[in-house]
């Protein structure tokens, strides 16, 4: 199904003609018509804007209550009180007089369609015209149907009440801002546009992976002359990567690294499975090398990863070998690894390398592993492995922990490494990436301030960036922006950089925009809208084209082609490139071709797509400039980007700032992370205040103690504190990018000299785990490859009496005689990485609670992501454990509801009924999983006005007072059961995904019918490896974890804390 | 045995023959059976005093306060209170225990000790079933209004029959508590109402007043003092003594399988109902105590309530703290003993855990404290007793905070393990339940005839029985 019958985009005025049929009298006047505002209504969405509409049902804002409006609302609310038998208003269900085609009240539609932000393909779950959920495009090589929790929670950002909803003019001087109409900014942006005199227009704006928008732009500068230029400039930007290709290999390109056969994967501070932009994609093939059947346990082989990292990511926690080291160290330690492996044991064709030699000789692997304090013998470790799967290994860095000012010499080193293994061509493809793409990296910023402040910039128009907040202060953007003539803003939301522009335009939301993304070479998808513009808002490209065509500015190419045609959309503008650069690929019909791609969502193209590239040869030249060794002291801190807030950019998304950490469980703010060693010499306990400076810069923020960090090191999230965000995120945590130090070019994040002191003071983070070891309880099972090739049922690490697989019973057990739904989580898989937290949230409409409530654990997640330490707190091993309701056969919640408002169903589901549930609490009190969630206030009013839209209608919406909890996902069991009736048929495996198990990147859920025993589910269940949590109570739950195997030496020696029993 | 046909007379508990207690403790004082009239009657037919104004006026306040709090939280939402996800229960739950235990005492005295001839009781029977029926108001506030959705919990939990065929689930031991409690309440009710009725018919016959009269009237039932009256009196309240017994033993019982017979480590354990009962008793004879030493000096009562009864009283506190420490000891020792490392976990928290203050106010207050009673001056002093009953009272409080939150807050799955902290409402909460409980006592001491005038009568020696 496709959009492609129906324009949903915006009228421009000058297109614009009365229509021939009419909704009221009013509009027969053609003074009703000469006003813009009237003009531009048609065609939104809604003809009144959803929030005013909505707020005025539910909402009485009784801040704002004159004296006479209380008494009113008052007597009136006496009055009502004495009709307490009175019905509720009676809301009539209006049906279609017309029904739509492709909409059936009640039936979703799905769309595909791509996120412009990290090239994923999506599917677009829209009800009667509202999209409710995404969830990956099955069909897109990239993602292959999953989602990280980020690009799930996008949906949460199309329906933020505090989007921008007209076209603002902002006074610089005097900060005064005033809503205009898109016929005047725009008359205004054209004059200024033509009178801005040659080569003095400038674009800045986020990476962009979209070919038609890059063409665009690109089109529309070559009207302004040479000079005239767009900057991309992204804070997290992997530009270091793609500095240390161009330096070792030649050419400008960010790699695709395969890590589906990296058998010997070696991460230096490369946090691939967690804050990546391409982590799903790398989490779900790393994950292929980790999963394990039992009956094949003599033979069983597992990749081996080793992480030498400056914090604790979610990388680190899931690799086998993991060495804390100081922020800055990353490249010590590479050239270490490399030393070991070239000098020290003489292997790969470098080893006669003069170049090589001279670069490595002073790194020797002891003085080093020395100075940062770690066991040498972990880098031959590394080595051997590396040198045994070569071809067939992975040497990664990469990411803002690891972007010191040292970052290009880390990526030259790494490259080297992936030569020397042969991996490169194998397991690095240089060719994979789209066509090379300018940097996003600082070096073009400063020189547009640098521009900007010699007066050569007049127009800068500004889209998906914010680099009042993500710049800092030192770079000097704030200063150097005065000096433009016009500054335009495009954004979906008010933000720092606003206050810095003259014209602020709201841009539409990826759902409501065309466009098209290509993020590996011969893969190219499409972004369709699901909904036309809910507010007046405008596309930026649609703001180009229309600028181009009123003021005939001269463009070249497509776009004035398109500009000055009767269909002048940017709709059109993908059409006609697409039939130019993208069709000439396929063959056959175009209507048919656009047809085909606008259904899947994504056009591959055959025998380009996941080609093997030949090996490039690495330039020894490259590490010419390495420095020689030296030992360095002190306190350093990385920054980095946390899962939830990247680069603070959707910091007013209440989905992601309830989001837990997967390492800290904190939510709600960012902190300092430090080891535990160091917190003890400085003495600082958790919760305390800290003062970290760098530099001159210095900020407040309180101290998280986190295990497995080194004795030196500190690291603060980047992405919070920010300062114009919105009612969610405006001063969320303490902004740290005025930490950022410019080196040259570039921006150093990492290896920052800092100074740490307390200051007295107490600030209660809102973690959702409070203790992290297992206390020796049967609750998780954790071995090593050894152990699991002796005996695939191994497990340790809990009490030996607590372990019991059948505890005996008197009475017969339930009986399931059609399906018995169940599940199997394998906790070798799951990265903790938390997208199934955010797809629950999504499909199960489950409310956010905010931070004061998180703090007194009340947080509503119906699946949490468990996270246990086991080890010691300065090396810790970690196991993640995804928590649900187990739906338990004799489940304890059941028996002591005093109205039956949990009950068991004859498919094994424990279901809560909320229209019954009083809210006593008991089940709560009795579940040994603690899984259940209480309503404690209306927690579904978090969702304000406009977000009511976001719900999902097959989910009932609970009140205050009620307990909630996992249900499977009843409405999928139910939609499969529906869907197999009507051709009468029974559900087969497959058929149901639960929301958790439909976007984890790894798989390691599986859902589906116990009684089976062909489905995946049972033959899970029926694995050696398989565990119930807390088996020994006799609940007997219907999920069954796997064990986690780790590919390491040692094992049984490990604890998890407390003594050791048995 | 002479039953005297008088409305003001004596009322002779026709089987209540007792040898074992010299009258001459029971009623000091050289009382003659008018004064017993007059002294018992004189709070309820003059103005009250500036102190009971005083008294009441703060009871009022406090009912204020909890009327707020829980108006707030109906109207907002539970999340007021400090109750969080491990916590699903807090002091709401330690307030009902704690108020259903106080009823204890009351039923005790008044049935228990009636069918065992303990005529010493005679005296602070009334006052100690007034004092059943307001702590079970009380109590019954909490479980109700700390539910979600109290209006709806109000009558779902009543198996009523309904055309959507909703029932409830017998299983669960909340609705056991219903039964139980519910039952309680009623028999309580009409035992103390069954008592009252000779005694309203001696003020009706005082009254003076005619809306007085009309309402004591009423209330007393036609008595007149006859033979049949006293005859079917007597039956009757002998059966509800009967009924009452086994409802002493079964509400805290059932209160406490709310705990038992749940799988949560610190809850599931055996030793519980009989734990409970005697904890309940306990609780219950120190807060009659309490109660007595303030109404006897407040109402000069002395007379009437003498230094042996409270003597005694201290004794079964005594004996009572002796089980209940024995209970502590138990539990541990089960812990221990069992091998179970949840149970062994959650006892050695208890102990040691962020909650060691809760635990060890508990063990003072309840398992040493009480041990000053094996002294006889001091169960026969009057600021020992009130002292040790206040910190009998706040021991068993917090031995229902210490099981409520302790277990709670850590149990299987460290994950999920948090923190209770009560916040102001829920003090509030507990505070106005004092208030009420107060108000409602307050209410009686005025209105009702706080000694039983009829069977104080029957053990004086100008009553119906010389030996």
Not at chain 1, 449 to 462: C, P, T, Y
Not at chain 2, 341 to 369: Q, V
């Given at each position: 199904m496709s959009f492609n019958e129906t324009k949903m985009e915006n009228q421009t005025p000058q297109s614009f003609s009365a229509p021939r049929h009419w909704i009221a009298p009013e509009e027969l006047?053609?003074?009703?018509?000469?006003?813009?505002?009237?003009?531009?209504?048609?065609?939104?969405?809604?003809?009144?804007?959803?929030?005013?509409?909505?707020?005025?049902?539910?909402?009485?804002?009784?801040?704002?209550?004159?004296?006479?409006?209380?008494?009113?609302?008052?007597?009136?609310?006496?009055?009502?009180?004495?009709?307490?038998?009175?019905?509720?208003?009676?809301?009539?269900?209006?049906?279609?007089?017309?029904?739509?085609?492709?909409?059936?009240?009640?039936?979703?539609?799905?769309?595909?369609?791509?996120?412009?932000?990290?090239?994923?393909?999506?599917?677009?779950?829209?009800?009667?015209?509202?999209?409710?959920?995404?969830?990956?495009?099955?069909?897109?090589?990239?993602?292959?149907?999953?989602?990280?929790?980020?690009?799930?929670?996008?949906?949460?950002?199309?329906?933020?009440?505090?989007?921008?909803?007209?076209?603002?003019?902002?006074?610089?001087?005097?900060?005064?801002?005033?809503v205009a109409t898109w016929a005047d900014v725009d008359a205004r942006v054209v004059a200024q546009l033509k009178a801005a005199g040659n080569g003095k227009v400038r674009v800045l704006s986020g990476a962009s992976v979209s070919d038609s928008s890059r063409r665009l732009v690109g089109e529309f500068l070559s009207a302004f002359g040479a000079g005239s230029r767009w900057v991309?400039?992204?804070?997290?930007?992997?530009?270091?990567?793609?500095?240390?290709?161009?330096?070792?290999?030649?050419?400008?390109?960010?790699?695709?690294?395969r890590f589906d056969s990296a058998e010997a994967v070696v991460s230096i501070g490369a946090d691939f499975l967690g804050t990546w932009p391409n982590s799903v994609q790398y989490a779900s093939?790393?994950?292929?090398?980790?999963?394990?059947?039992?009956?094949?346990?003599?033979?069983?082989?597992?990749?081996?990863?080793?992480?030498?990292?400056?914090?604790?990511?979610?990388?680190?926690?899931?690799?086998?070998?993991?060495?804390?080291?100081?922020?800055?160290?990353?490249?010590?330690?590479?050239?270490?690894?490399?030393?070991?492996?070239?000098?020290?044991?003489?292997?790969?064709?470098?080893?006669?390398?003069?170049a090589v030699r001279a670069a490595l000789e002073s790194y020797k692997p002891e003085a080093v592993a020395k100075e940062i304090g770690f066991d040498a013998a972990v880098l031959a470790q590394a080595a051997d492995a590396l040198w045994a799967a070569r071809g067939k290994g992975l040497v990664v860095a990469g990411g803002l922990e690891s972007k010191s000012k040292s970052a290009v010499a880390l990526q030259n080193v790494v490259n080297l490494l992936n030569s020397?293994?042969?991996?490169?061509?194998?397991?690095?493809?240089?060719?994979?990436?789209?066509?090379?793409?300018?940097?996003?990296?600082?070096?073009?910023?400063?020189?547009?301030?640098?521009?900007?402040?010699?007066?050569?910039?007049?127009?800068?128009?500004?889209?998906?960036?914010?680099?009042?907040?993500?710049?800092?202060?030192?770079?000097?953007f704030a200063e150097a922006v005065k000096k433009v003539g016009l500054v335009i803003q495009v954004?979906?939301?008010?933000?720092?950089?606003?206050?810095?522009?003259?014209?602020?335009?709201?841009?539409?939301?990826?759902?409501?925009?065309?466009?098209?993304?290509?993020?590996r070479k011969g893969v190219t998808s499409l972004q369709q809208p699901t909904l036309a513009p809910i507010y007046a808002t405008r596309s930026f490209q649609d703001s180009l084209l229309t600028w181009i065509g009123q003021g005939k500015l001269g463009a070249s190419g497509l776009a004035a082609r398109v500009a000055n045609a009767a269909e002048n959309t940017w709709h059109d503008y993908v059409v006609a490139n697409w039939k130019e650069t993208v069709f000439p690929l396929a063959g056959g019909s175009f209507q048919a071709f656009w047809e085909t791609s606008l259904r899947d969502g994504v056009f591959v193209q055959k025998g380009v797509a996941g080609a093997h590239a030949s090996a490039r040869s690495f330039r020894s030249s490259a590490l010419a400039k390495t420095p020689k060794y030296k030992a360095e002291s002190g306190v350093k801190l990385a920054l980095y980007a946390s899962m939830a807030q990247a680069d603070g950019r959707t910091s007013n998304n209440a989905w992601l700032q309830e989001f837990p950490d997967p390492i800290s469980t904190v939510t709600w703010d960012n902190f300092v992370a430090v080891g535990p060693a160091l917190a003890k010499k400085l003495g600082f306990s958790a919760n305390d205040v800290a003062k970290v400076q760098v530099g001159s810069a210095s900020m407040e923020i309180p101290v998280q103690i986190q295990p497995g960090m080194h004795g030196e090191a500190l690291a603060i999230a980047v992405g919070y504190g920010r300062k114009v965000a919105g009612k969610v995120g405006t001063g969320v945590g303490v902004d740290v990018f005025p930490l950022v130090q410019i080196e040259g070019d570039s921006l150093a994040y990492s290896g920052l000299s800092a100074q740490i002191?307390?200051?007295?003071?107490?600030?209660?983070?809102?973690?959702?785990?409070?203790?992290?070891?297992?206390?020796?309880?049967?609750?998780?099972?954790?071995?090593?490859?050894?152990?699991?090739?002796?005996?695939?049922?191994?497990?340790?690490?809990?009490?030996?009496?607590?372990?019991?697989?059948?505890?005996?019973?008197?009475?017969?057990?339930?009986?399931?005689?059609?399906?018995?739904?169940?599940?199997?989580?394998?906790?070798?898989?799951?990265?903790?990485?938390?997208?199934?937290?955010?797809?629950?949230?999504?499909?199960?409409?489950?409310?956010?609670?905010?931070?004061?409530?998180?703090?007194?654990?009340?947080?509503?997640h119906w699946i949490r992501i468990d996270r246990y330490y086991s080890g010691s707190a300065e090396s810790p091993d970690v196991v993640f454990q995804p928590m649900l309701c187990q739906h338990c056969e004799n489940a304890p919640c059941e028996t002591v509801c005093p109205v039956l408002a949990t009950v068991h169903d004859d498919e094994g589901t424990n279901n809560q009924v909320y229209n019954r549930c009083v809210g006593t609490r008991y089940c709560s009190n009795n579940c040994p999983y603690k899984v259940r969630r209480f309503n404690f206030f209306d927690h579904w009013k978090s969702y304000e006005g406009s977000m009511n839209l976001v719900w999902n209608p097959d989910v009932t919406v609970r009140s205050r007072g009620i307990m909630e909890k996992c249900s499977f996902c009843i409405q999928r069991v139910q939609k499969a059961r529906f869907d197999r009736k009507n051709k009468g048929e029974k559900i087969v495996d497959g058929d149901i995904q639960t929301a958790c198990q439909q976007t984890c990147p790894t798989d390691a859920i599986v859902f589906g019918n116990i009684n089976d025993p062909e489905s995946r589910v049972s033959k899970l269940h029926a694995d050696a490896r398989a565990f119930r949590s807390l088996e020994i109570l006799n609940t007997r739950p219907a999920i069954s974890y796997l064990s986690k195997v780790r590919n390491k030496n040692g094992g049984a020696a490990q604890h998890h804390g407390g003594e050791h029993h048995g | 045995m002479a039953a005297r046909p008088s409305t003001t007379g004596v009322s002779i508990m026709a089987d209540t023959h007792s040898t074992a207690v010299h009258q001459d403790l029971l009623v000091a004082g050289n009382k003659t059976m008018v004064d017993v009239n007059e002294d018992v009657a004189r709070p309820l037919e003059n103005f009250p005093t500036s102190t009971w104004w005083a008294c009441f006026g703060v009871a009022l306040a406090a009912l204020g306060i909890g009327a707020l709090v829980v108006t707030t939280f109906v109207m907002n939402g539970l999340g007021v209170l400090g109750l969080n996800q491990p916590n699903g229960w807090g002091i709401d739950i330690v307030n009902f225990v704690f108020w259903v235990g106080i009823g204890h005492a009351g039923?005790?005295?008044?049935?228990?000790?009636?069918?065992?001839?303990?005529?010493?009781?005679?005296?602070?029977?009334?006052?100690?079933?007034?004092?059943?029926?307001?702590?079970?108001?009380?109590?019954?506030?909490?479980?109700?209004?700390?539910?979600?959705?109290?209006?709806?919990?109000?009558?779902?939990?009543?198996?009523?029959?309904?055309?959507?065929?909703?029932?409830?689930?017998?299983?669960?031991?909340?609705?056991?508590?219903?039964?139980?409690?519910?039952?309680?309440?009623?028999?309580?009710?009409?035992?103390?109402?069954?008592?009252?009725?000779?005694?309203?018919?001696?003020?009706?016959?005082?009254?003076?007043?005619?809306?007085?009269?009309?309402?004591?009237?009423?209330?007393?039932m036609g008595w007149r003092g006859s033979n049949k009256n006293w005859a079917h009196y007597e039956s009757a309240y002998m059966i509800l003594a009967g009924l009452s017994t086994p409802l002493v033993l079964s509400v805290h019982t059932i209160v406490s399988f709310d705990f038992a017979v749940a799988q949560l480590p610190g809850w599931h354990a055996t030793i519980f109902p009989p734990y409970f009962v005697a904890g309940a008793i306990f609780?219950?004879?120190?807060?009659?105590?309490?109660?007595?030493?303030?109404?006897?000096?407040?109402?000069?009562?002395?007379?009437?309530?003498?230094?042996?009864?409270?003597?005694?009283?201290?004794?079964?506190?005594?004996?009572?703290?002796?089980?209940?420490?024995?209970?502590?000891?138990?539990?541990?020792?089960?812990?221990?003993?069992?091998?179970?490392?949840?149970?062994?976990?959650?006892?050695?928290?208890?102990?040691?855990?962020?909650?060691?203050?809760?635990?060890?106010?508990?063990?003072?207050?309840?398992?040493?404290?009480?041990?000053?009673?094996?002294?006889?001056?001091?169960?026969?002093?009057?600021?020992?007793?009130?002292?040790?009953?206040?910190?009998?009272?706040?021991?068993?409080?917090?031995?229902?905070?210490?099981?409520?939150?302790?277990?709670?807050?850590?149990?299987?799955?460290?994950?999920s393990w948090g923190y209770y902290t009560p916040t102001w409402f829920d003090w509030g909460w507990t505070i106005g339940a004092f208030g009420l409980f107060f108000v409602l006592f307050l209410l009686f001491v005025r209105l009702l005839p706080t000694i039983a005038m009829a069977e104080v009568k029957s053990v004086m020696p100008q009553g119906g029985h010389h030996e």
């Open positions: 006047n053609s003074s009703y018509w000469a006003d813009s505002k009237n003009v531009e209504k048609r065609g939104q969405e809604f003809h009144d804007k959803p929030v005013e509409a909505i707020a005025l049902i539910d909402k009485l804002d009784t801040k704002g209550l004159a004296r006479r409006e209380f008494l009113t609302i008052m007597g009136a609310s006496m009055a009502m009180a004495g009709f307490a038998c009175a019905r509720r208003p009676v809301h009539k269900i209006i049906p279609y007089v017309v029904k739509p085609d492709e909409v059936t009240p009640g039936i979703a539609n799905y769309y595909a369609s791509s996120d412009p932000e990290t090239g994923a393909g999506l599917l677009v779950k829209v009800r009667e015209g509202r999209p409710v959920k995404l969830e990956g495009n099955p069909d897109h090589p990239v993602n292959r149907g999953k989602l990280s929790a980020r690009q799930q929670s996008a949906i949460l950002d199309l329906y933020d009440p505090e989007r921008l909803q007209d076209p603002q003019t902002v006074d610089r001087a005097t900060g005064k801002k005033s991309e400039f992204e804070p997290l930007a992997q530009d270091e990567i793609v500095q240390g290709q161009e330096e070792s290999y030649g050419a400008a390109v960010l790699p695709v690294y093939d790393w994950a292929k090398l980790r999963k394990l059947d039992s009956k094949k346990s003599k033979t069983a082989e597992m990749s081996k990863t080793f992480a030498f990292e400056s914090l604790m990511t979610v990388t680190g926690a899931n690799s086998d070998y993991r060495t804390p080291i100081r922020p800055g160290d990353e490249l010590k330690v590479a050239l270490a690894l490399a030393n070991q492996l070239i000098l020290q044991q003489g292997r790969s064709r470098f080893a006669g390398d003069g020397a293994l042969e991996n490169e061509g194998q397991t690095v493809d240089g060719n994979a990436a789209p066509v090379a793409r300018p940097s996003a990296g600082f070096a073009g910023v400063k020189q547009l301030i640098a521009e900007m402040n010699a007066g050569s910039v007049a127009v800068l128009v500004l889209h998906r960036t914010n680099p009042a907040f993500s710049l800092p202060a030192s770079a000097g954004s979906e939301q008010w933000n720092e950089t606003s206050l810095l522009s003259d014209v602020v335009l709201p841009d539409h939301h990826a759902l409501e925009n065309w466009g098209d993304a290509r993020i002191s307390k200051t007295g003071k107490f600030y209660k983070l809102a973690e959702t785990q409070w203790h992290h070891v297992t206390e020796n309880r049967p609750i998780i099972n954790d071995i090593t490859l050894a152990e699991f090739k002796k005996n695939p049922a191994a497990a340790n690490h809990t009490d030996p009496h607590l372990r019991m697989e059948d505890v005996p019973t008197m009475w017969s057990k339930h009986e399931y005689k059609g399906y018995r739904w169940g599940m199997a989580i394998d906790l070798n898989s799951c990265t903790g990485c938390g997208a199934c937290v955010i797809g629950c949230q999504a499909e199960n409409n489950i409310p956010v609670v905010g931070r004061n409530n998180v703090r007194i654990s009340r947080e509503m | 039923t005790l005295i008044s049935a228990i000790l009636f069918l065992f001839r303990q005529k010493w009781r005679t005296a602070i029977n009334r006052s100690a079933e007034a004092m059943t029926i307001f702590a079970v108001i009380t109590a019954l506030t909490f479980p109700l209004l700390h539910t979600g959705r109290p209006w709806l919990a109000a009558y779902w939990l009543l198996p009523y029959p309904n055309q959507r065929q909703l029932w409830v689930n017998f299983r669960s031991p909340l609705l056991w508590d219903v039964f139980a409690v519910g039952t309680y309440f009623t028999v309580s009710a009409v035992f103390w109402f069954v008592g009252l009725i000779p005694d309203l018919a001696s003020i009706r016959d005082r009254a003076k007043n005619n809306i007085r009269k009309l309402i004591f009237t009423i209330l007393s609780s219950g004879f120190a807060m009659v105590v309490t109660l007595l030493v303030i109404m006897r000096e407040a109402f000069n009562l002395k007379a009437y309530i003498t230094m042996d009864h409270l003597e005694r009283m201290n004794k079964i506190i005594m004996a009572t703290g002796l089980m209940v420490g024995y209970a502590y000891a138990c539990e541990f020792f089960i812990a221990w003993y069992s091998g179970g490392a949840f149970e062994k976990f959650i006892f050695i928290n208890r102990a040691f855990g962020p909650y060691w203050w809760a635990y060890w106010t508990m063990t003072i207050c309840n398992a040493f404290i009480p041990q000053v009673f094996w002294w006889r001056s001091m169960r026969r002093s009057i600021p020992a007793m009130f002292i040790v009953s206040l910190f009998v009272n706040i021991g068993m409080w917090f031995e229902r905070y210490v099981i409520v939150a302790t277990s709670l807050h850590r149990d299987f799955l460290p994950s």
